[in-house]
């Protein structure tokens, strides 16, 4: 058994192993690199022969643990820690087993052998539509066990007509809506409809009219379990008069919420395909959804720098940044346009010396062509975190669609 575990541990080091094949994940890979011939053709038997007689990398071979330490031995991929804990939700489909801990056969080595992560992605990822979220290791749990059942459960990638639920065009249900006022979650129904270029909801099944009519140019949607204090929790937000407007949904069935962010997605892609004929796949992708670049508390004063300073919930999306007096609320108590550093914007450390008032520790100033805003965070990690993701955003050329918007914000009443 032992040389059958050291054959399987070998063939992380074939093309597209090297990573989980489900969340990209090298779980730190970035040691074993080679493995080939000097003539940049890699053979295996000859690596495996001298993988399997060198004793300094077994029983516990430092430079494999950099790889991914789990496999599929029924769908022949290598994952990682995190996704083989899905792929045990799907028994019926996948069985999984560590590569270095558990027993190996000659039979599951063959077959680890004959297929690997390449191939399983030929298959079961062979028809994943352009617009479909591929979720990384980063990303929410919901997210990610969905993408493993859609594609070895349901092989919805193999079978184009079982992707209906998000790729029709057109989607109707009900989704539990927090309420603006009384921050309860009530059965809304939710209509999607790309002929239309929006997203409806009403108050109640039967009603005749939307009570909000949310346009597909303007929206945007990203998962945030944490935040809204559910597994499926789903932030949808749009242009409201110009000002962003937060819906905060959840479904009981993780599918349902997952179909309806992809059929989002979907209905963006569509709309941006023709807004811009001549951009492809790949220029479109980033624009369909967008997680927030930061968020998190901080402390501000106000326009005159004699107020007192206030904690409030800051978000930061591309170029907006907002604060609420709740991560909750609908709309934010203010918005800031975050150009760039070409444009007369800049963010520095620490506040004025004459700042007064009573604050945080760790200041930021946000310098724009009209004023200056100051704000303080609780630790000096924050701080740096908050700078970076500010200053990447000033230091980003402005697109011609972005001065539009930094027009408005300098004639916002």
Not at 171 to 187: A, I, P, T, V, Y
Not at 218 to 247: C, E, M, W
Not at 258 to 269: H, I, K, S, T, Y
Request: net charge positive; aromatic share 12%; hydrophobic share 35%.
């Amino acid at each position: 058994m032992a040389q059958e575990r050291r054959a399987a541990l070998e063939l992380l080091q074939r093309p597209g192993n090297a990573r989980c094949a489900d969340c990209g994940d090298p779980e730190s890979c970035s040691a074993l690199a080679d493995g080939g011939a000097g003539d940049g053709t890699w053979d295996f038997r000859a690596s495996c022969r001298s993988l399997l007689q060198n004793p300094v990398l077994f029983p516990q071979p430092s430079t494999l643990l950099k790889y991914p330490d789990w496999a599929s031995y029924t769908l022949g991929v290598f994952i990682c820690l995190s996704c083989s804990g899905f792929h045990r939700n799907i028994p019926q489909v996948s069985r999984v087993k560590s590569v270095r801990l558990d027993a190996w056969d000659d039979a599951q080595v063959e077959f680890m052998a004959t297929h690997g992560n390449e191939v399983a992605r030929a298959t079961y990822e062979r028809r994943v539509p352009a617009f479909y979220y591929r979720p990384s290791s980063a990303d929410c749990t919901l997210l990610r066990e969905q993408w493993i059942r859609a594609k070895y459960e349901r092989q919805e990638f193999m079978h184009p007509d079982r992707q209906e639920p998000y790729s029709a065009g057109y989607r109707e249900g009900l989704l539990w809506k927090r309420g603006r006022d009384n921050g309860q979650f009530l059965s809304r129904k939710f209509v999607l409809t790309e002929r239309e270029g929006a997203l409806k909801y009403f108050n109640r099944a039967d009603a005749k009219e939307p009570k909000a009519v949310m346009k597909i140019e303007h929206l945007n949607a990203t998962f945030q379990p944490a935040k809204i204090g559910h597994a499926h929790g789903l932030q949808v937000t749009y242009l409201k008069d110009n000002s962003t407007r937060n819906l905060f949904l959840y479904h009981e069935d993780g599918k349902e919420m997952v179909d309806w962010f992809n059929a989002l997605r979907a209905a963006r892609f569509h709309y941006l395909q023709v807004a811009f004929p001549g951009a492809s796949d790949a220029d479109l992708v980033p624009k369909l959804s967008r997680n927030y670049l930061k968020e998190g508390y901080m402390e501000k004063t106000g326009p005159k720098h004699t107020e007192g300073f206030r904690k409030r919930w800051f978000t930061m999306d591309d170029r907006r940044l907002m604060y609420f007096k709740d991560p909750l609320d609908a709309f934010a108590r203010g918005e800031v346009f975050i150009g760039s550093r070409d444009s007369g914007y800049a963010v520095l450390e620490g506040l004025p010396p004459t700042t007064p008032g009573l604050h945080w520790p760790h200041g930021i100033t946000i310098v724009t062509p009209e004023r200056r805003f100051l704000l303080a965070c609780e630790s000096s990690a924050e701080q740096r975190a908050w700078v970076q993701a500010l200053r990447g955003v000033v230091e980003r050329p402005m697109l011609p669609q972005e001065y539009a918007v930094e027009a408005h914000f300098k004639h916002k009443p």
